[in-house]
C-alpha cells in the first residue's frame, strides 16, 4: 500500500503522548496491577485468553484519562485508580466482542483472541471482564460513579448495534455516522474523564467540562482512526489498511467519497461495499476515490474541530500540569499514527 | 422419541408453582413494565430482538425468587421490584450469549434470535441487555445489593467458560460438572433469592439462608435441566431432546453412564461426544444405555437431594405464605416437565 494517503504530523504524536504519561505514571502501575489481579479465575482459560489482550500494548488511554482527570480535580485514594482498572476492563471487554462481531483476524499486529481460542470463549470472557468490571466499580462504592459508567456500558452496546445496522447501508449520512461513534466510541471516553470528578462530588461544571471533554475527544480519536484505515501504515498501526472496507463499515470517508463522487463511482461503492467485492484492486481503486475527493482530509478536519472542542471545555479549569497533559492528549489523538 | 425415560410428577409440577405465581403476581406486574420499559431503544434492532425472547413465554422464575423471598423479609417498596427486573435482564443477556456459543436454534420452542438477527446481535443486544441491568441496580441505590449482582455476572460468566473447557472431555467428573452448574446457574438464583434481604440490610443469617436456598434449588434446577435433555419430551418442553449431546455437553446423566459403563460403552460415549457421532440412531443409543445403568434417576436423585438442602436452609424462618411458597418452588423444580 504504498500510494497512500499520508496523514501529516505523526513524528510529533508520540511527544504529545509524553506529559500525560509523566503525570499518571505511578497511578498506571496501580492500575496495572488490578488489572492484573483481576484477570484472575480459576478457570484456566480466562487469564490466558485475557491477558492476551491485556498484554498486547494497547496505549491504556481511557484510564489514563480517568486518572489525569483526577488528577486536575484533586480526586485522591485509590478509587480513580480502581474505576481506571475497570474503564479498562470494560473497554477490553468490548474489544472482545467487537472482534467476534466483526470477523477480525488482527488486532495490535497479533492474531485476535477468536483466532486463538474460538469465538465463543471471546464471548465468554467478555462477559466475565464486563462483570469484574462491575465488581471493582461497586467496591468503589461510588453510586454516581457506578451511575456514569454503568450508563456508559449500555449506550457503548447500543452503538455497536447501530453499527451493525448501518453496515453495508449507502444510506447511512454524516449525522447518523456521528451518532454511531458517539455513542461506541466517544461514551466511554466521556464516562472515563467524568468519573473522578463524580467521585468526589466536584461542582456540575467540572464534572459536565470533563463529560465534554472526554466526548469531543473520543468523536476526534475514532474520526482519525477511520481516517488511517484508509491513509496508515499496517505495520505501525498493526491492524490492517482496509478492514473496514472490507467489513462494509460505513465510515467518514466513505460517506464523503459516495456523496461527492459520480453516479459511477456510488456504483462502484455500492458494489464493494454492499456485495462485498471488497479485492485489493478495489481497495486500491477505493482508496484513488477517497484521495481525489479529499475526504481523508474532510475527516482531518473534522477531528480537528472535535479536538477544538475537547480542548475549550477544559478552558473553565485554570492552567495546571494535569490541564496541560490533558490538552496535550487531544493533539496527540489528531496527529497519531498509532 | 417415544421410548424416552419419563419423568414423574409432571402432572402435580405446576400446581406446586401456584402458591408463589399468587404471591407475587402484584408485583411480576411492575417487573413487567420496568422490563418492557428498558428494553426501550432508538436503535430498533434492540427491542425487536429483546422483545423475541422476552416475549417468549420463559416462567421469570428468578426474579419471583427476588419478589418473593422480598415478602418473606418484609422488603417493601419497588427496590426489589427493580432488582428483579435487573435479575430477569441478566438472565435473558445469559441466553442470547449462550445461544450463539452453543450454537442452538430453538429457544422455548421458538427459532433462536441468532437464527433471527444473527450471532452478532445477539451478542451485541445481549451486552446492552447487562448494560441496562446494571443502570437499573444502580439506580436502585444499594451497594450490598450491587455486589451481590455483579459478582454473580463475574461468576456466570466464569461458568460458562468451564463448560466450554469441558465440552468434548469425557475426563470431566461429577465434582467438575457440580462446579460449572454451581457457577453457571445457581449464582443467579441464589443471588436472586439474597439480594432482597440485603437491600435492606437484613440479619447475616437470614441473607445466607436465602442465599443457601437459591444456590441449592439452582443447582436442583440445572440438574433436572439436564436429566430432561435425555429424557423429556419436546414438544412440551420446547427444546429438543438431544441437544447437550449433539453439542458434546458433558452432563451428569452422560457422566455417570460413562463410569457406570464397560469399555464399549466409553468408546461409544467418546465417538459420540468427543468426536461428534451424534446422528439420531447414536441418540438413541445413549438414552439406552442412560436407562440401563439408571443415570438419570441418580441425576434426579441428587435433584432431590440438592432441593431437600434448599429447603432446609429456609427453616430458620418462621412458617409464612411466602415461605411456604418457596418452598413450594422447591418441589416445582425437582418435578417439573417444562
Redesign the interface.
Known sequence: MGQVVQIGETRDANARLKPILDLVAEDMAGVNRIILDKAI??????PRLAHHLIDSGGKRLRPMLTIASAKLVGAKGDGPIRMAAAVEFMHTATLL?DD??DESDIRRGKKTARILWG???S???G??L???A??M???V?S?PG??IL??A??????G???Q??AAKNMATTEDAYLAIINAKTAALFSAAAEVSPALIDRPAEEQAALKSYGRNLGIAFQLIDDALDYAGDSERLGKSVGDDFREGKITLPVILAFRRGSDADRDFWRRALVEGESDDGNLAHAISLIRRHGTIDATLERARTYGAMAKDALAIFPDSVPRRALLDVVDFCVSRAH
Open positions: 479465575s480459576d478457570v484456566e482459560l480466562i466482542h467476534v462481531v469465538n465463543q470463549a464471548v465468554l470472557v462477559d466475565f464486563l462483570g469484574q462491575f465488581r466499580m461497586v467496591d462504592g453510586l457506578l451511575k454503568s450508563h456500558a449500555a449506550v457503548i452496546a447500543e455497536e448495534v447501530m451493525l445496522a
